[in-house]
Protein backbone atom coordinates (compact mmCIF):
# COMPACT_ATOMS: atom_id res chain seq x y z
CA UNK A 1 0.00 0.00 0.00
CA UNK A 2 1.31 3.67 -0.95
CA UNK A 3 1.59 5.51 2.50
CA UNK A 4 1.26 8.52 0.01
CA UNK A 5 -2.13 7.87 -0.57
CA UNK A 6 -3.40 8.13 3.16
CA UNK A 7 -4.77 11.06 4.16
CA UNK A 8 -6.54 11.14 7.99
CA UNK A 9 -8.86 13.84 9.56
CA UNK A 10 -9.25 13.79 13.28
CA UNK A 11 -12.19 13.74 14.68
CA UNK A 12 -13.71 14.75 18.50
CA UNK A 13 -16.58 12.48 18.59
CA UNK A 14 -18.86 10.43 16.72
CA UNK A 15 -20.49 12.22 13.85
CA UNK A 16 -23.74 11.24 14.21
CA UNK A 17 -23.86 11.33 18.17
CA UNK A 18 -24.12 15.07 17.77
CA UNK A 19 -26.91 15.24 15.43
CA UNK A 20 -30.35 16.12 16.92
CA UNK A 21 -31.76 13.01 14.85
CA UNK A 22 -30.58 10.29 12.66
CA UNK A 23 -32.38 7.79 10.08
CA UNK A 24 -31.83 4.01 10.01
CA UNK A 25 -33.48 1.35 8.35
CA UNK A 26 -33.13 -2.63 7.83
CA UNK A 27 -34.19 -4.24 5.19
CA UNK A 28 -35.19 -7.94 7.12
CA UNK A 29 -33.69 -11.44 5.39
CA UNK A 30 -37.30 -11.86 3.38
CA UNK A 31 -36.77 -8.76 1.89
CA UNK A 32 -37.19 -8.21 -1.94
CA UNK A 33 -34.26 -7.23 -2.20
CA UNK A 34 -32.66 -8.92 0.24
CA UNK A 35 -33.79 -12.05 -1.45
CA UNK A 36 -31.71 -11.37 -4.36
CA UNK A 37 -29.00 -10.58 -2.34
CA UNK A 38 -28.98 -13.68 -0.92
CA UNK A 39 -29.42 -15.38 -3.94
CA UNK A 40 -26.57 -13.05 -5.67
CA UNK A 41 -24.16 -14.20 -3.35
CA UNK A 42 -25.16 -18.32 -3.24
CA UNK A 43 -25.05 -18.84 -6.85
CA UNK A 44 -21.17 -16.67 -6.59
CA UNK A 45 -20.24 -19.36 -3.44
CA UNK A 46 -21.29 -22.01 -5.59
CA UNK A 47 -19.12 -21.32 -8.97
CA UNK A 48 -15.99 -20.44 -6.78
CA UNK A 49 -16.53 -23.61 -5.31
CA UNK A 50 -16.57 -25.23 -8.32
CA UNK A 51 -14.10 -23.17 -10.07
CA UNK A 52 -11.98 -24.52 -7.38
CA UNK A 53 -12.48 -27.36 -7.11
CA UNK A 54 -12.06 -28.29 -11.24
CA UNK A 55 -9.17 -25.74 -11.75
CA UNK A 56 -7.78 -24.78 -8.84
CA UNK A 57 -8.34 -21.51 -8.41
CA UNK A 58 -11.41 -18.65 -8.74
CA UNK A 59 -12.63 -17.67 -12.23
CA UNK A 60 -13.97 -14.27 -13.30
CA UNK A 61 -17.79 -13.78 -12.41
CA UNK A 62 -20.55 -11.06 -11.54
CA UNK A 63 -23.54 -12.52 -10.51
CA UNK A 64 -24.68 -9.18 -9.38
CA UNK A 65 -27.53 -8.94 -11.11
CA UNK A 66 -30.67 -10.92 -9.61
CA UNK A 67 -34.29 -9.19 -10.05
CA UNK A 68 -37.46 -10.63 -8.72
CA UNK A 69 -40.64 -10.48 -10.04
CA UNK A 70 -43.22 -10.79 -7.18
CA UNK A 71 -45.92 -14.12 -7.68
CA UNK A 72 -49.20 -13.78 -7.25
CA UNK A 73 -51.68 -15.27 -3.67
CA UNK A 74 -55.11 -15.45 -2.09
CA UNK A 75 -53.95 -15.40 1.35
CA UNK A 76 -57.27 -16.29 4.01
CA UNK A 77 -56.87 -16.86 7.52
CA UNK A 78 -56.02 -20.49 8.23
CA UNK A 79 -54.15 -20.91 4.86
CA UNK A 80 -54.86 -19.68 1.55
CA UNK A 81 -53.24 -20.30 -1.83
CA UNK A 82 -50.00 -19.61 -4.07
CA UNK A 83 -51.00 -18.53 -7.75
CA UNK A 84 -48.55 -17.48 -9.62
CA UNK A 85 -45.06 -18.15 -8.43
CA UNK A 86 -42.95 -15.95 -7.76
CA UNK A 87 -40.07 -15.08 -11.01
CA UNK A 88 -36.21 -14.73 -10.44
CA UNK A 89 -34.14 -13.85 -13.18
CA UNK A 90 -30.50 -14.76 -12.25
CA UNK A 91 -28.09 -12.85 -14.71
CA UNK A 92 -24.76 -11.70 -14.78
CA UNK A 93 -21.51 -13.11 -16.16
CA UNK A 94 -18.93 -15.88 -15.85
CA UNK A 95 -16.31 -18.03 -17.22
CA UNK A 96 -18.21 -20.71 -19.24
CA UNK A 97 -15.38 -22.80 -20.75
CA UNK A 98 -11.74 -23.48 -19.46
CA UNK A 99 -9.40 -24.77 -22.11
CA UNK A 100 -12.23 -26.27 -24.54
CA UNK A 101 -14.00 -27.88 -20.84
CA UNK A 102 -17.98 -26.45 -20.80
CA UNK A 103 -18.71 -25.27 -17.45
CA UNK A 104 -22.22 -26.31 -16.33
CA UNK A 105 -22.97 -22.32 -14.97
CA UNK A 106 -26.83 -22.16 -15.40
CA UNK A 107 -27.11 -25.44 -13.74
CA UNK A 108 -25.03 -24.38 -10.54
CA UNK A 109 -26.89 -20.90 -10.77
CA UNK A 110 -30.16 -22.81 -10.39
CA UNK A 111 -29.11 -25.34 -7.97
CA UNK A 112 -27.48 -22.67 -5.65
CA UNK A 113 -30.56 -20.09 -6.11
CA UNK A 114 -32.90 -23.26 -4.89
CA UNK A 115 -30.92 -24.37 -2.12
CA UNK A 116 -30.65 -21.00 -0.88
CA UNK A 117 -34.29 -20.52 -0.59
CA UNK A 118 -35.15 -24.04 0.67
CA UNK A 119 -32.60 -23.25 3.58
CA UNK A 120 -33.40 -19.59 4.44
CA UNK A 121 -37.21 -19.52 3.87
CA UNK A 122 -39.76 -22.05 6.25
CA UNK A 123 -42.59 -20.93 3.94
CA UNK A 124 -41.71 -20.77 0.33
CA UNK A 125 -42.23 -24.04 -1.02
CA UNK A 126 -40.20 -25.14 -4.22
CA UNK A 127 -42.99 -24.55 -6.51
CA UNK A 128 -43.57 -21.37 -5.25
CA UNK A 129 -40.20 -19.78 -7.22
CA UNK A 130 -39.50 -20.07 -11.54
CA UNK A 131 -35.33 -19.54 -11.56
CA UNK A 132 -34.66 -18.12 -14.78
CA UNK A 133 -30.83 -18.79 -15.23
CA UNK A 134 -29.44 -16.13 -18.07
CA UNK A 135 -25.48 -15.55 -17.21
CA UNK A 136 -23.47 -15.30 -20.09
CA UNK A 137 -19.67 -15.81 -20.76
CA UNK A 138 -17.64 -12.99 -19.04
CA UNK A 139 -15.63 -9.89 -20.59
CA UNK A 140 -12.13 -11.05 -21.59
CA UNK A 141 -10.70 -8.18 -20.46
CA UNK A 142 -12.08 -8.82 -17.11
CA UNK A 143 -10.92 -12.45 -16.83
CA UNK A 144 -6.85 -11.09 -17.87
CA UNK A 145 -7.12 -9.35 -14.35
CA UNK A 146 -7.31 -12.77 -12.53
CA UNK A 147 -4.70 -14.10 -14.91
CA UNK A 148 -1.98 -11.72 -13.46
CA UNK A 149 1.33 -13.73 -11.69
CA UNK A 150 1.76 -10.96 -9.22
CA UNK A 151 -1.74 -11.01 -8.02
CA UNK A 152 -5.62 -9.85 -8.85
CA UNK A 153 -6.01 -6.53 -10.13
CA UNK A 154 -9.07 -4.37 -9.37
CA UNK A 155 -11.85 -5.03 -12.11
CA UNK A 156 -13.78 -1.48 -11.24
CA UNK A 157 -12.76 1.91 -10.15
CA UNK A 158 -15.46 1.76 -7.15
CA UNK A 159 -15.46 2.90 -3.53
CA UNK A 160 -15.60 0.97 -0.41
CA UNK A 161 -17.06 2.50 2.75
CA UNK A 162 -17.01 1.10 6.14
CA UNK A 163 -17.45 3.07 9.38
CA UNK A 164 -17.69 2.03 13.48
CA UNK A 165 -18.99 1.70 15.76
CA UNK A 166 -22.28 1.44 14.95
CA UNK A 167 -24.91 3.36 16.94
CA UNK A 168 -27.37 2.57 19.53
CA UNK A 169 -29.87 3.07 16.82
CA UNK A 170 -28.46 1.09 14.22
CA UNK A 171 -27.73 -1.59 16.70
CA UNK A 172 -31.42 -1.51 17.66
CA UNK A 173 -32.52 -1.43 13.97
CA UNK A 174 -29.99 -4.33 13.15
CA UNK A 175 -30.59 -6.33 16.26
CA UNK A 176 -34.12 -5.93 16.36
CA UNK A 177 -35.26 -7.96 12.70
CA UNK A 178 -33.79 -11.10 13.36
CA UNK A 179 -35.24 -10.93 17.15
CA UNK A 180 -38.79 -10.73 15.72
CA UNK A 181 -38.13 -13.72 13.06
CA UNK A 182 -37.04 -15.98 15.94
CA UNK A 183 -39.17 -15.31 18.51
CA UNK A 184 -42.46 -15.01 17.12
CA UNK A 185 -43.35 -18.11 14.62
CA UNK A 186 -46.10 -16.67 13.38
CA UNK A 187 -44.05 -13.82 11.15
CA UNK A 188 -42.46 -14.90 8.34
CA UNK A 189 -38.92 -13.77 7.15
CA UNK A 190 -39.97 -10.47 5.31
CA UNK A 191 -39.62 -8.16 8.66
CA UNK A 192 -38.49 -4.46 7.84
CA UNK A 193 -37.21 -2.18 10.43
CA UNK A 194 -36.96 1.59 10.44
CA UNK A 195 -36.09 3.68 13.45
CA UNK A 196 -36.18 7.60 13.71
CA UNK A 197 -34.05 8.72 16.74
CA UNK A 198 -34.34 12.26 18.08
CA UNK A 199 -33.23 13.58 21.15
CA UNK A 200 -35.57 12.58 23.31
CA UNK A 201 -37.56 9.78 21.44
CA UNK A 202 -36.77 6.49 19.27
CA UNK A 203 -39.58 5.78 16.70
CA UNK A 204 -39.36 2.48 14.92
CA UNK A 205 -42.03 1.14 12.87
CA UNK A 206 -42.20 -2.54 11.63
CA UNK A 207 -43.20 -4.01 9.04
CA UNK A 208 -43.79 -7.75 9.89
CA UNK A 209 -45.60 -10.26 6.94
CA UNK A 210 -47.72 -12.75 9.07
CA UNK A 211 -48.06 -15.71 7.59
CA UNK A 212 -51.61 -17.16 7.07
CA UNK A 213 -51.76 -20.90 8.13
CA UNK A 214 -50.18 -19.25 11.32
CA UNK A 215 -53.43 -16.85 12.64
CA UNK A 216 -56.88 -18.54 12.21
CA UNK A 217 -58.81 -15.09 12.43
CA UNK A 218 -58.43 -11.66 12.30
CA UNK A 219 -58.42 -12.02 16.44
CA UNK A 220 -55.50 -14.05 15.86
CA UNK A 221 -53.66 -11.89 13.90
CA UNK A 222 -54.42 -8.63 15.59
CA UNK A 223 -52.54 -10.79 18.76
CA UNK A 224 -49.57 -11.78 16.59
CA UNK A 225 -49.32 -7.75 16.01
CA UNK A 226 -49.53 -7.11 19.49
CA UNK A 227 -46.66 -9.11 20.00
CA UNK A 228 -44.55 -7.77 17.43
CA UNK A 229 -45.38 -4.22 19.30
CA UNK A 230 -44.31 -5.49 22.77
CA UNK A 231 -40.91 -7.53 21.78
CA UNK A 232 -39.96 -4.30 19.92
CA UNK A 233 -40.93 -2.10 22.66
CA UNK A 234 -39.10 -4.15 25.36
CA UNK A 235 -36.03 -4.65 23.20
CA UNK A 236 -35.60 -1.09 22.10
CA UNK A 237 -35.72 0.08 25.69
CA UNK A 238 -33.53 -2.12 27.03
CA UNK A 239 -31.17 -0.60 24.76
CA UNK A 240 -31.84 3.33 25.21
CA UNK A 241 -32.69 5.62 27.79
CA UNK A 242 -35.20 7.37 25.09
CA UNK A 243 -38.84 7.58 24.97
CA UNK A 244 -39.53 4.63 22.84
CA UNK A 245 -42.71 4.22 20.27
CA UNK A 246 -43.51 1.86 18.28
CA UNK A 247 -45.95 0.80 15.07
CA UNK A 248 -46.23 -2.40 13.86
CA UNK A 249 -48.23 -2.89 10.25
CA UNK A 250 -48.76 0.95 9.89
CA UNK A 251 -50.96 0.16 6.68
CA UNK A 252 -53.30 -2.25 8.16
CA UNK A 253 -56.96 -1.82 8.65
CA UNK A 254 -58.60 -3.66 10.55
CA UNK A 255 -61.83 -3.04 10.35
CA UNK A 256 -61.89 -3.75 6.87
CA UNK A 257 -60.10 -6.85 7.16
CA UNK A 258 -57.49 -5.62 4.79
CA UNK A 259 -53.79 -6.72 6.85
CA UNK A 260 -50.48 -7.32 6.14
CA UNK A 261 -51.34 -11.73 5.81
CA UNK A 262 -49.45 -13.69 3.26
CA UNK A 263 -49.28 -17.39 2.22
CA UNK A 264 -45.39 -17.43 2.20
CA UNK A 265 -44.07 -14.60 4.80
CA UNK A 266 -42.65 -12.92 2.09
CA UNK A 267 -44.19 -9.77 0.88
CA UNK A 268 -42.46 -10.64 -2.86
CA UNK A 269 -45.68 -13.28 -2.94
CA UNK A 270 -47.47 -10.50 -4.32
CA UNK A 271 -46.83 -6.84 -5.32
CA UNK A 272 -43.44 -6.82 -3.94
CA UNK A 273 -40.15 -6.89 -6.71
CA UNK A 274 -36.99 -6.77 -5.59
CA UNK A 275 -32.85 -6.26 -7.48
CA UNK A 276 -29.38 -7.20 -6.11
CA UNK A 277 -27.80 -4.21 -3.83
CA UNK A 278 -30.76 -2.26 -3.34
CA UNK A 279 -30.66 -3.03 0.13
CA UNK A 280 -28.40 -3.00 2.99
CA UNK A 281 -24.81 -2.00 3.11
CA UNK A 282 -22.42 -4.83 4.51
CA UNK A 283 -23.23 -3.74 7.74
CA UNK A 284 -26.85 -4.78 7.35
CA UNK A 285 -28.18 -1.05 7.52
CA UNK A 286 -29.17 1.59 5.10
CA UNK A 287 -27.75 4.89 7.32
CA UNK A 288 -28.09 8.20 5.14
CA UNK A 289 -26.73 9.84 7.60
CA UNK A 290 -23.49 7.97 6.99
CA UNK A 291 -21.23 8.08 4.18
CA UNK A 292 -22.16 5.31 2.19
CA UNK A 293 -21.17 3.19 -0.88
CA UNK A 294 -24.13 2.53 -3.71
CA UNK A 295 -21.88 -0.81 -4.88
CA UNK A 296 -24.02 -4.04 -4.74
CA UNK A 297 -21.60 -6.40 -2.73
CA UNK A 298 -23.60 -9.69 -3.12
CA UNK A 299 -22.82 -11.48 -6.09
CA UNK A 300 -19.45 -9.56 -7.50
CA UNK A 301 -16.59 -11.79 -7.31
CA UNK A 302 -14.34 -12.55 -4.31
CA UNK A 303 -11.42 -12.11 -5.71
CA UNK A 304 -10.86 -8.85 -8.03
CA UNK A 305 -14.21 -6.63 -7.58
CA UNK A 306 -13.25 -3.92 -5.40
CA UNK A 307 -17.17 -3.29 -4.86
CA UNK A 308 -17.27 -6.06 -2.80
CA UNK A 309 -14.07 -6.17 -0.83
CA UNK A 310 -13.35 -2.48 -0.48
CA UNK A 311 -16.31 -1.98 1.18
CA UNK A 312 -15.78 -5.11 3.41
CA UNK A 313 -11.80 -3.82 3.85
CA UNK A 314 -13.21 -0.31 4.87
CA UNK A 315 -15.60 -1.72 7.68
CA UNK A 316 -12.86 -4.33 8.95
CA UNK A 317 -10.44 -1.53 9.06
CA UNK A 318 -12.51 1.05 10.96
CA UNK A 319 -13.69 -1.99 13.24
CA UNK A 320 -9.88 -3.05 13.95
CA UNK A 321 -8.71 1.17 14.95
CA UNK A 322 -11.75 1.18 16.86
CA UNK A 323 -10.18 -1.89 18.96
CA UNK A 324 -6.49 -1.54 19.06
CA UNK A 325 -6.41 2.24 19.19
CA UNK A 326 -9.51 2.86 21.10
CA UNK A 327 -11.00 4.98 19.01
CA UNK A 328 -14.33 6.57 19.08
CA UNK A 329 -15.17 6.67 15.97
CA UNK A 330 -13.61 5.89 12.41
CA UNK A 331 -14.69 6.42 9.30
CA UNK A 332 -12.73 4.65 6.39
CA UNK A 333 -12.75 5.29 2.44
CA UNK A 334 -10.89 3.19 0.02
CA UNK A 335 -11.27 4.52 -3.92
CA UNK A 336 -9.62 1.56 -6.34
CA UNK A 337 -8.42 2.29 -10.01
CA UNK A 338 -9.58 -0.49 -12.47
CA UNK A 339 -6.27 -2.36 -13.58
CA UNK A 340 -4.49 -1.49 -10.25
CA UNK A 341 -3.12 -4.08 -7.85
CA UNK A 342 -6.27 -4.93 -5.81
CA UNK A 343 -3.99 -4.42 -2.77
CA UNK A 344 -2.92 -0.89 -3.77
CA UNK A 345 -6.10 1.80 -3.44
CA UNK A 346 -5.43 4.69 -5.52
CA UNK A 347 -6.73 6.24 -2.16
CA UNK A 348 -7.67 5.75 1.30
CA UNK A 349 -9.24 8.31 3.31
CA UNK A 350 -9.65 7.75 7.27
CA UNK A 351 -11.39 9.99 9.82
CA UNK A 352 -11.37 8.88 13.46
CA UNK A 353 -11.18 10.20 16.86
CA UNK A 354 -8.00 8.14 17.33
CA UNK A 355 -4.81 10.41 16.91
CA UNK A 356 -1.99 7.79 16.14
CA UNK A 357 -1.50 8.39 12.22
CA UNK A 358 1.43 5.61 12.18
CA UNK A 359 -0.63 2.69 13.59
CA UNK A 360 -3.55 3.66 12.15
CA UNK A 361 -2.05 3.31 8.55
CA UNK A 362 -0.31 -0.03 9.19
CA UNK A 363 -3.50 -1.28 10.53
CA UNK A 364 -5.60 -0.47 7.46
CA UNK A 365 -2.23 -1.77 5.44
CA UNK A 366 -3.16 -5.29 7.21
CA UNK A 367 -6.83 -5.49 6.42
CA UNK A 368 -5.52 -5.16 2.60
CA UNK A 369 -2.97 -7.68 2.77
CA UNK A 370 -5.46 -10.20 4.36
CA UNK A 371 -7.43 -10.32 1.01
CA UNK A 372 -6.86 -13.54 0.28
CA UNK A 373 -7.92 -14.73 3.68
CA UNK A 374 -11.00 -12.38 3.21
CA UNK A 375 -11.62 -14.07 -0.12
CA UNK A 376 -11.46 -17.61 1.64
CA UNK A 377 -14.05 -16.05 4.26
CA UNK A 378 -16.27 -15.02 1.47
CA UNK A 379 -16.66 -18.11 -0.39
CA UNK A 380 -17.21 -20.06 3.03
CA UNK A 381 -20.21 -18.32 3.74
CA UNK A 382 -18.55 -16.15 6.92
CA UNK A 383 -18.67 -12.80 6.19
CA UNK A 384 -21.87 -10.71 6.09
CA UNK A 385 -22.89 -8.59 3.15
CA UNK A 386 -26.35 -7.41 3.24
Known amino acids: MDGSAVSVSHLERDPVASRPTEVVERKGLGHPDSICDGIAEAVSRRLSRYYLEEFGHILHHNTDSVQLVAGTTEPAFGGGEIVDPIYVLISGRAT ?31 DAVEFDPRIGETSADLQAL ?3 QEGPRANDTSIGVGYAPLSATERIVRGLEPAIREEIPAVGEDVKVLGWRTD ?38 DRTERAVHVD ?28 VGRGNRVN ?103
Open 200 to 237: DELRLTVAAAVVSRSVATLEDYVDVVAQVEDLATRYAS
Open 284 to 386: GLITPHRSMSLEATAGKNPVSHVGKLYNIVATNAAERINRELDAAYTGVKLLSQIGAPVTDPQAIDVETTARDDDELRRLVAAELEDLDELTHDIVAGDVQLF
Open 146 to 148: FDE
Open 248 to 275: VNAADDVDTETVYLTETGLSAEMGDDGN
Open 96 to 126: TTVDGEDVPVDDLAVDAARDYVDATFDDLHA
